[in-house]
């Protein structure tokens, strides 16, 4: 009884080990999928066209591709298509918009107009 108890108790182990791996696995991708719909939500607000985006998401899905989707195969879709959203002409120019708006409101003669 004292064996069954201990092989129980390792089993137990295991399952608590694999549920852990799983919730890391699922954080990970819970992550990039933000990132992800952040940088969408930035080029929509950027007005990009369906087309481009369009685009962007073909050039991910052929990338990847891959005949036996797994687990890892959604982290690495994921990754690629933030790779290719970020590396997006319009997104590459916001950061200097963003940078001379921001200047335009610290002015202090802009804020007292």
Known sequence: ???????????????????????????LVEEKLMDVLQLLQQLRDLNISKRALGKILLSTL?????PQPGKAHLFEVLDMLYQELTACELLQRQPMEKVQSRQSLSNPLVISC
């Open 62 to 66: 052929e990338s990847c591709h891959d």
């Open 1 to 27: 009884e004292l064996q069954q108890k201990v092989e129980e108790t390792e089993l137990l182990k295991m399952e608590l080990q694999m549920l852990e791996t799983e919730r890391v696995r699922l954080s």
